[in-house]
């Protein structure tokens, strides 16, 4: 039982140690992206402010960061949901291993009544068969009594009968 509740509690701690470090990165991800995207949106401001002398040029480099900037935005809002899905499965699995810790402790309280009642009825167990011992021992005893109290009488009749004999011899 101990065995189990620490394999439980290994593969809890496993899990929530991959789930944070997938959170970490994922978020390190987002900040990135969202540095990338804020250097774009710079690079973008820039040239659009000089689109008068290279207006051909810019025309096509700002249509490039425009398309790089919805990418990065929608990479930005992919990995957002990512990081919302993953901080929801988090919490499930936090609260499955909630469930877990609480039905492990209910199992090991339940555990330690039925130990107690085992030993109870082992006790109990136990001293019938000591009882039974004592009785058996008290019976032997009672027998070896008997046969000593018939012998000792048989004994103390020859005496009499002896004595009767001497008495009746002598007289």
């Known amino acids: 039982m101990l065995e189990n ?5 290994e593969r809890i701690d496993l899990t929530e140690n991959n789930l944070n470090s ?4 994922l978020e390190q991800q987002v900040i ?3 540095r990338r995207l804020k250097e774009v949106t710079r690079k973008y401001n820039e040239q659009s402010n000089s689109i008068e002398d290279k207006e051909a040029d810019k025309v096509e480099r700002l249509e490039q960061l425009t398309k790089e900037k919805d990418e990065l ?3 930005v809002m992919q990995r957002g949901k990512t990081i919302e899905e993953k901080v929801a499965e988090n919490k499930k699995l936090e609260s ?7 039905r492990q402790k209910e199992a090991e309280e339940r555990f330690e009544r039925e130990s107690a009642a085992v ?12 009882l039974m011992h004592s009785q058996d021992h008290m019976t032997e005893i009672d027998k070896k009594f008997e046969a000593y109290k018939t012998h000792t009488n048989k004994l103390l009749q020859q005496e009499r009968d002896l004595n009767a004999k001497l008495r009746h011899l002598t007289a």
């Open 119 to 130: 030993d109870s009825n082992l006790q109990i167990i136990k001293l019938r068969k000591e």
């Open 5 to 9: 509740r620490k394999v439980l509690q």
């Open 73 to 75: 935005l929608a990479l």
């Open 32 to 34: 990135d992206t969202e």
């Open 22 to 25: 997938t959170i970490v990165k």
């Open 96 to 102: 499955k291993a909630e469930e877990a810790r609480k």
